[in-house]
């Protein structure tokens, strides 16, 4: 099951601004819009509409939906887990309780709360949700949120014996870019480019950061190396050809990207992110603006 578009976004509030947020677990903070359909809440990325961030939480466990033809939102427990509890009241069996505005459930370790009709707080608490996970130049996930996440990515793919690959990227040139234009055009780029890899990497689970300066890092899940590589030559492709320009001046940055898979590369996130770094460097090695394994 891939997930959603609307869960998550980052473009305004959706019409009906019914919302879950996490308020007290592993994913402190996290934010997710809700559409019309039937959204499962668990912690397999593979599997689960709503991923909660925490091993207490079953693959599948719980289930949110709208009533047909209806602005009603209810929750059921689905019986994978240890339970849910509604504002404290257990769920029994495949029983579906309506939700209320302010209404809180709990699964696993993690409390969320429900929220609806209220723009203000939808607004809120999406900002706050950047605030606390994105990187303020990129608009990418934050470094520590990054790698909570790819520890969480990496347990999934371990459980379902499925691949999942990372990529290192650096810009090529950017120092020819700040000593020819000024930091201020650097930064840009540096942002520009970050944008330009989160728009891959908004859906199936895919996660990018800025790993420090003009470094970026990439969570694949389910992608083998051949997938990621596609991917990689993607980005790599679409910076070579997206026209740079702040405040009248062009740049012409390029990428070198390294790519490593687990298993056959590592089976830690440590481990992988070192194996993606070193094929990184031997792509900078034969010259740059390439993709290596």
């Given at each position: 099951m891939g997930r959603k578009e609307g869960l998550i976004s980052a473009n305004g509030v959706p019409d009906g601004h019914a919302h879950l947020v996490v308020l007290q677990g592993p994913g402190l903070g996290d934010f997710f819009f809700l559409n019309g359909e039937e959204l499962v809440m668990g912690n397999d990325p593979f599997h689960a509409d709503i991923v909660?961030?925490?091993?207490?939480v079953a693959p599948r466990h719980a289930a949110v939906r709208r009533e047909p033809g209806s602005a009603a939102y209810v929750v059921r427990d689905l019986g994978t887990g240890k339970g849910t509890t509604l504002n404290g009241e257990p769920l029994h069996g495949s029983e579906a309780r309506r939700l209320c505005d302010g209404d809180r459930i709990s699964i696993g370790d993690s409390v969320l709360e429900f929220s609806q009709d209220d723009p203000v707080k939808a607004q809120f608490h999406e900002a706050l949700d950047h605030l606390i996970n994105r990187d303020y130049l990129t608009g990418l996930l934050a470094k520590k949120r990054f790698d909570e996440e790819f520890e969480h990515q990496l347990e999934a793919a371990t459980i379902a014996s499925k691949p999942l690959s990372t990529l290192m990227t650096d810009i090529d040139n950017l120092k020819k870019i700040n000593d020819g234009h000024g930091h201020l055009l650097g930064e840009f780029v540096v942002g520009a480019v970050g944008r330009i890899i989160g728009e891959l990497h908004e859906e199936e689970g895919r996660r990018a950061t800025r790993?420090?300066?003009?470094?970026?890092?990439?969570?694949?899940?389910?992608?083998?190396?051949?997938?990621a590589g596609i991917v990689a030559e993607e980005i790599r492709h679409r910076v070579e050809e997206y026209a740079f320009e702040h405040e009248g001046t062009l740049a012409d940055p390029t990428l070198s990207l390294g790519i490593a898979t687990y298993p056959e590369d590592g089976v830690t996130r440590n481990e992988l992110?070192?194996?993606?770094?070193?094929?990184?460097?031997?792509?900078?090695r034969a010259g740059g603006n390439t993709v290596s394994e």
């Open positions: 909660v961030r925490d091993i207490e790993f420090g300066g003009d470094e970026y890092q990439t969570i694949l899940p389910g992608l083998a190396k051949g997938e992110t070192y194996a993606a770094d070193k094929a990184l460097y031997r792509a900078k």
